[in-house]
């Protein structure tokens, strides 16, 4: 079980979150003017790198916020947990997309 | 009180307490402190089970949680039965029953050894080339016969009686293994002052030192060191000693899995104690000390009764005070078994050894056992054994550098000692993803590089001297606890170091040679030769193919064996083909220590409204919603669910009735932004909604589909009382709080669940206002001043309600939202009031068929996940001039405005009494070739008492173009004409609802 590190509460269990996915998939201002591609990608298309991920995480049966978090997809291990809004310190964007 | 094989001293067993247990009904006398073997051994007992395939006779190998083949059902009293106990690591206590396995009549005469005689045929790979055909005899012949063949003893038949607990703990260092290296390891870790737990499985902490009589560690015997180190670590307040505790599983993020044996070795069980308990320990470093398993040698017939691992013998020598045997042979191809014949020779027995190395590969240890008074053959290998239930002799012959074998001699001998080597115990630094590496010195893989915060000490790494041992697991620990600590004792060097051998030299046709590599799953040399002439070239798949190693023993004893053998026969080097995946659990655990007190209605827990007790006193039958448990009917005596609903059903359409509707998720959304959040999330409009007034509202997914329904109340300018369907409220909730966070955080806007704190008593039916009006206060009742979709404040019965006037049925309607504490007492005030009106329970199904006759949807049920607002005739909900909202964008995607859609509609059986299957297929033509083209399926079918026929909706491709005209559905009976409608059935124009 993995042991994730909630901004606000500390060290957890796994079983007290829930995992929301790739992070930093920002939800286009106005969807009525993106073309159906870009709308069908931004649905739909994710990454699945084998390596370092950014995953949006939610602490549900804890304080019951979001947060992202750096998570290396091969050793399972957390490289970094950080708030939602904020970007990750160590890890170069570009790695993540949007 | 025989005990004819116990030596007259010795031993850490407890001579002033016998005890008594039974073995195949036969009283075995032994004392506290044995396990079961070392009592049965200490009787003369060598012959204990039947092994898997062929019904060998077999006896006990091992003295430890390695044994492959003295598996015994252990009977501890009613109800505790349990199977495929190893004997070397249970107990022995007076009141146990034990029985022997996989025997028919008996252990002595089994009639299922006629396999033994069928070896020839039951090769590798026996099932996958026998079982082929003819088809036919799958079901009948086959299939029952692998059945009553497969499986290793009897499942209990009643249910567990005992209790069994569950523990989190917290460490800053773990420590599994307390033999030489962990007991240091966690000494060194405890004087840092970090909180340190040592988890071993034996039932007395100190591993190898509990047999080991001879070693001085600093000039004084090990069995010192051992007391004093046990000394300081149980007066140390920062550390947790656990015996009997097993860590059999090493998952992410050091979470260790352990099942601690609380109760199993006491003769009564003390108090409220639980049998087992599982500890979860989240450990920020770890110490693999878990020693190593010895290896045997793979000769023919190495698996008769008394035929031993060596270091076992010694085991049960010194630390049981048992002779396995009288006149002992050793085989061996290294060093450590000399220690085991010279403390063999110590305790008086008869002893030979024979070394497959030769005279001057031999170390000090050769000299030791000669000047001690035995004999030892050097250069000998082992032919063969003899004797059938118990071994009477060693046939073994001198074989030379060619491997050529020599004159053959018989040995003979009751017990046998055997030694192929040694093998790291690497389960659990493998199960925590480590990579492992072969280190030919040693034959062995060893732990090589991390994936997690942990370290190898001892045996487990390869290191088998004992001062080595106790050094490196100090060092470790005090690593492990951020020290660079060490210590250097001194100790006996320990004999060790072997050569390699995968099958031992034979003069014998090797076709005809039965040498068995996997005791407990009777894989023998030829079966993992012949899967590699077969073309098996990988570990992976000569494991499965030949199932070695696949027993409950995971072949400890064995894999080392048949890798080797893989190995010699693909011509390769060991490391270049690999080991097999290590997987929990290390050694079996029961289901109830994994259970724990998840049984019965903790299992899955329920979730119950506060009218649930009044429903069940009236006689309700309930089902399953989410977690919730519903009243599903009401029947009177003699009526079934068909006569019960039928009759709720035209009670609230011709009076009232009442209904709990307290499972409705409720979320109250508060705040400055509360309205836009909400047109945010609906597809409806909630800006100019006034408050008071209530809203069906209907949530997307930003896919476009359905997410959820339900109708909403604005209570004040910035605080709405959503409601959402019973399963949905924690997605739902979850969904709004995702976008609040993560899209919208500049809205204000507070969400709170207050599913448990609202009770809903719904209350429907055209004399629903007549019931409630003497009871409510505060609130004008009238049609003119509280119309449909109204919400008021007021109270009823003197408690505080928000009263909705809604309906899921069609009528007059009202959801009486009342605290929950006060639910039961306003239900049962309202239910008397409404008895002079003919008031009348329902349940679920009524409010299904109800609401059906309506054509109102149930999210889930008409829809599931690929439904749009349109799909069910909801698009009009949604304002022109609505901007933005979740799922909006979706709408306008091609496939969802392309035509042809699956739409809902009513279908209507040309025979009325005929209740369609929901899920039934719909197709236009049943003239068409199959497969044929399906239209859709019904998602809703009920008998409507109020309309005096069967009444359906479905999803249908195209649906609302096809009204009147004529498809088909599918039945048990086969086809069946129905006509497309409306999806509304009563109350066609929706008068009633606003009486």
């Given amino acids: ?98 | 009180m025989a005990q004819p094989f116990r030596l007259s001293r010795g031993g850490r067993i407890d001579r002033t307490r016998p005890i008594v247990f039974a073995f195949n009904g036969k009283p075995v006398h032994g004392f506290a402190g044995d396990t079961v073997a070392s009592a049965l051994l200490a009787n003369g007992i060598h012959l204990v089970g039947r092994s898997f395939k062929y019904h060998r006779p077999r006896g006990i190998l091992s003295h430890g949680p390695d044994e492959p083949s003295a598996l015994l059902s252990v009977d501890r009293g009613p109800g505790r039965i349990d199977p495929n106990n190893r004997a070397s690591v249970v107990e022995a206590r007076s009141g146990l029953r034990t029985t022997s396995q996989n025997h028919w009549p008996s252990l002595e005469f089994d009639v299922g050894a006629v396999n033994d005689l069928l070896s020839p045929v039951f090769v590798a790979g026996f099932y996958y080339k026998t079982f082929m055909w003819p088809r036919k005899f799958w079901d009948k012949v086959y299939e029952p016969f692998i059945r009553a063949a497969a499986g290793l003893g009897k499942a209990p038949t009643v249910a567990d009686p005992d209790r069994y607990a569950n523990r989190h703990a917290h460490c800053d260092v773990l420590v599994v293994g307390a033999g030489p290296a962990g007991l240091a390891a966690a000494l060194a870790a405890a004087r840092t002052g970090k909180r340190v737990i040592l988890a071993d499985e034996g039932a007395e902490p100190g591993g190898s030192l509990l047999h080991d009589t001879t070693s001085q560690i600093d000039g004084r015997p090990a069995a010192d060191w051992l007391a004093e180190t046990l000394a300081e670590l149980d007066a140390r307040e920062n550390v947790i000693l656990l015996p009997r505790t097993t860590a059999f599983g090493y998952y992410n993020h050091n979470h260790v899995a352990m099942t601690e044996r609380v109760t199993d070795h006491l003769t009564s069980a003390a108090g409220q104690a639980p049998r087992e308990r599982l500890w979860q320990v989240r450990a920020e470093q770890v110490v693999l000390a878990g020693g190593a398993h010895e290896r045997p040698l793979v000769f023919a017939d190495n698996d008769r009764p008394g035929i031993l691992l060596a270091e076992s013998v010694r085991v049960f020598l010194n630390r049981y005070g048992v002779a396995p045997g009288r006149r002992l042979v050793f085989a061996t191809c290294g060093a450590s078994a000399y220690q085991a014949a010279l403390d063999a020779r110590a305790a008086g027995l008869d002893v030979t050894l024979v070394d497959l190395r030769l005279e001057a590969d031999c170390g000090p240890e050769l000299a030791q056992l000669r000047s001690a008074g035995a004999e030892v053959l050097t250069g000998h290998t082992v032919i063969g054994s003899k004797g059938r239930k118990r071994v009477t002799g060693l046939v073994v012959a001198p074989v030379g550098s060619d491997g050529r074998c020599g004159g053959r001699r018989l040995l003979a001998c009751d017990c046998v000692g055997m030694s192929g080597g040694w093998t790291p115990a690497v389960h659990l630094f493998s199960q925590s993803r480590g990579k492992l590496r072969y280190d030919d010195a040693i034959d062995a893989f060893v732990p090589n590089i991390s994936a997690q915060a942990e370290r190898s000490a001892g045996a487990a790494r390869g290191t088998y001297d004992l001062a080595a041992c106790v050094n490196e697991g100090f060092s470790a620990g005090a690593a492990a606890a951020g020290s660079d600590e060490r210590q250097e004792v001194r100790a006996t060097p320990t004999l060790t170091g072997f050569q390699p051998v995968r099958i031992m030299p034979t003069d014998a046709n090797p076709t005809k040679v039965r040498a068995f590599v996997d005791y407990q799953n009777d894989v023998t040399a030829k079966d993992i030769k012949l899967a590699v002439r077969e073309g098996f070239q990988s570990i992976e798949h000569v494991k499965r193919y030949t199932t070695t190693g696949m027993a409950t023993d995971q072949g400890k004893t064995s894999n080392m064996n048949a890798l080797g053998i893989v190995a010699g026969q693909l011509d390769k080097a060991l490391p270049a083909v690999g080991t097999t995946t290590f997987r929990p659990p290390y050694t079996p655990v029961t289901f109830g220590a994994l259970v724990g007190p998840a049984r019965h209605a903790l299992f899955d827990p329920i979730r119950t409204t506060p009218i649930h007790e009044w429903a069940e006193a009236h006689g309700a039958l309930f089902e399953n919603v989410a977690l919730w448990r519903r009243a599903w009917y009401f029947p009177k005596a003699g009526e079934d669910l068909h006569a019960a609903v039928a009759r709720e059903c035209k009670a609230v359409r011709e009076g009232v009735g009442i209904f709990d509707a307290s499972t409705l998720g409720k979320i109250e959304i508060v705040g400055r932004d509360a309205a836009e959040f909400m047109n945010r999330l609906y597809i409806n409009p909630w800006t100019k909604l006034a408050p008071g007034r209530c809203r069906y509202g209907l949530m997307l997914k930003e896919d476009g589909y359905i997410l959820d329904d339900g109708v909403v109340a604005r209570v004040s300018d910035e605080c709405f009382h959503v409601t959402t369907t019973t399963g949905g409220a924690a997605r739902v909730l979850a969904h709004m709080e995702d976008y609040l966070q993560t899209e919208w955080p500049e809205l204000e806007v507070f969400l709170t669940s207050t599913t448990e704190q609202w009770a809903v008593i719904a209350l429907q039916g055209p004399k629903a206002r007549d019931v409630i009006a003497p009871l409510v206060d505060g609130i004008d009742l009238s049609p003119e001043a509280f119309p449909h979709m109204a919400m008021r404040s007021g109270t009823i019965c003197g408690v505080p309600t928000r009263l909705f006037r809604v309906s899921f049925t069609g009528e007059l309607g009202f959801e009486i939202n009342v605290p929950s504490d006060h639910a039961r007492a306003v239900w049962e005030a309202v239910f008397a009031a409404g008895r002079a009106h003919g008031i009348t329970p329902y349940g679920t199904e009524t409010m299904h068929v109800l609401r059906a006759e309506k054509g109102y949807i149930i999210v889930g049920q008409e829809t599931d996940g690929t439904v749009t607002p349109d799909d069910v005739g909801m698009a009009g909900m949604i304002p022109k001039a609505k901007g933005d909202f979740v799922g909006k964008r979706s709408l306008a995607r091609p496939d969802v405005v392309a035509s042809g859609r699956k739409q809902l509609v009513g279908l209507m059986t040309d025979d009325p009494k005929l209740v369609l299957d929901e899920g039934a297929q719909i197709v236009a033509d049943t003239g068409q070739p199959i497969p044929m083209r399906m239209l859709g399926h019904v998602t809703s079918s009920y008998w409507s008492a109020n309309c005096g026929r069967s009444i359906a909706l479905a999803l249908v491709e195209g649906g609302r173009e096809r009204a009147g005209g004529h498809l088909h559905v599918t039945t048990p009976d086969g086809f069946t004409r129905v006509t497309v409608c409306e999806p509304v059935f009563f109350d066609t124009k929706g008068e009633r609802i606003n009486a």
């Fill in chain 1, 1 to 98: 079980m993995l042991l994730i590190a909630c901004p606000h509460c500390g060290k957890r269990p796994e079983t007290e979150f829930r995992c929301g996915g790739q992070a930093h998939i920002a939800r286009p201002a106005d969807p009525m003017t993106v073309d159906d591609g870009a709308w069908s990608e931004h649905l739909f298309v994710r990454a699945n790198p084998k390596g370092v991920h950014a995953e949006r995480w939610c602490h549900v049966h804890g304080c019951g916020r979001w947060f992202n978090a750096l998570r290396d997809t091969i050793s399972d291990r957390f490289i970094e947990t950080y708030p939602m809004g904020a970007k990750p310190t160590q890890f170069p964007q570009s790695e993540t997309r949007a």
